[in-house]
């Protein structure tokens, strides 16, 4: 079993920065795609990135390119999104996902991903 601890969401002003952290147990981090979702409220859940095993390669989601970055260090069972130039729409509970098997078709959609953090609330005021 996988349990995936999300750190690091809060209140930020808009154009600040935050650093998520997602903390993943078990020694076959380096097994899992992992990925960053995202949920504001009355929405559906939003692909926002993902890296592959390794992390030789992301992916970004067209509304946050060039703004956040995905990285995993398996050493330390832990994926990061830092978030640059936040804006007010950013604001969502942000969830971190894990996956064995998954194809680069699939990997942007929240069904399927087996394993699920419990979300971490990030705020952007304006």
């Known amino acids: 079993q996988v349990q995936l601890v999300e750190s690091g969401g809060g209140l930020v002003q808009a154009g600040g920065s935050l650093r998520l952290s997602c903390a993943v147990s078990g020694r076959t981090f380096s097994s899992y795609v992992m990925g960053w979702f995202r949920q504001a409220p009355g929405k559906e859940r939003e692909f926002v990135a993902a890296?592959?095993?390794?992390?030789?390669?992301?992916y970004h989601a067209d509304s946050v390119k060039g703004r956040f970055t995905i990285s995993r260090d398996n050493a330390k069972n832990t994926m990061y999104l830092q978030m640059n130039s936040l804006k007010p729409e950013d604001t969502a509970v942000y969830y971190c996902?894990?996956?064995?098997?998954?194809?680069?078709?699939?990997?942007?959609?929240?069904?399927?991903?087996?394993?699920w953090g419990q979300g971490t609330q990030v705020t952007v005021s304006s």
């Open positions: 996902a894990a996956q064995r098997t998954i194809t680069i078709a699939t990997m942007t959609s929240f069904s399927s991903y087996a394993y």
């Open positions: 890296i592959t095993w390794s992390g030789a390669n992301t």
